[in-house]
T-cell receptor
Framework: GDSVTQMEGPVTLSEEAFLTINCTYT??????LFWYVQYPGEGLQLLLK?????DKGSNKGFEATYRKETTSFHLEKGSVQVSDSAVYFC?????????????FGQGTTLQVKP | DTEVTQTPKHLVMGMTNKKSLKCEQH?????MYWYKQKAKKPPELMFV???????INESVPSRFSPECPNSSLLNLHLHALQPEDSALYLC?????????????FGNGTRLTVT
């Protein structure tokens, strides 16, 4: 079935370090891919998205490229801040299904230390 | 600021109580969702409404009863819950249920069943 696999956390980095959170997917159709972020005590916020192969989503210094050949959508940021500490979820949805159903990865906790 | 508003933020209820969770959005979205999130886990889909009609029920127990009175409002009626139903309940909306439409989440209602 369709699924999303994220690297296990927690990921602990020092401020200004480079961030990569790996995400790979399995899907039978043509998925749209998303990264959501959840800060403590809050709901999920859309961080970025990509709807077709080779698209690059970007927002707030974060980037991810839709790689169909490796079925991946890795999240990167060049210089993290303490305020980036949160849980990051990779997710997909299938346009062909037209259900709106999001399939989430397990989430990766990022902790950034000053 | 989130564009999906959920009330109340916190709710404590006994197993014999009846309560309701409310969700409101004014983005003109025609799809609305209820998700349940346990600690350190990704959200799990419960219900999807598309154009005010229930389109997906993920085999949720009948003690959870959704209602969509109009395109801006979504309720979740709770009755005879169990302690294991304690969780963060997230409402979300999207413009449609197609795969290209990202979900916008509220900050959730943290429910404790005693």
């Amino acid at each position: 079935g369709d699924s999303v696999t994220q690297m296990e956390g927690p990921v602990t980095l020092s401020e200004e370090a480079f961030l990569t959170i790996n995400c790979t997917y399995t899907a039978t159709g043509y998925p749209s891919l998303f990264w959501y972020v959840q800060y403590p005590g809050e709901g999920l916020q859309l961080l970025l998205k990509a709807t077709k192969a080779d698209d690059k989503g970007s927002n707030k210094g974060f980037e991810a490229t839709y790689r169909k050949e490796t079925t991946s959508f890795h999240l990167e940021k060049g210089s993290v801040q303490v305020s980036d500490s949160a849980v990051y979820f990779c997710a997909l949805t299938l346009d062909s299904g037209n259900t709106g159903k999001l399939i989430f990865g397990q989430g990766t906790t990022l902790q950034v230390k000053p | 600021d989130t564009e999906v508003t959920q009330t109340p933020k916190h709710l404590v209820m006994g197993m014999t109580n009846k309560k309701s969770l409310k969700c409101e959005q004014h983005m003109g979205h025609r799809a609305m969702y209820w998700y349940k999130q346990k600690a350190k886990k990704p959200p799990e889909l419960m219900f999807v409404y598309s154009y005010e009609k229930l389109s997906i029920n993920e085999s949720v127990p009948s003690r959870f009863s959704p209602e969509c009175p109009n395109s801006s409002l979504l309720n979740l009626h709770l009755h005879a819950l169990q302690p294991e139903d304690s969780a963060l309940y997230l409402c979300a909306s999207s413009s449609t249920t197609t795969g290209f439409s990202p979900l916008h989440f509220g900050n959730g209602t943290r429910l404790t069943v005693t």
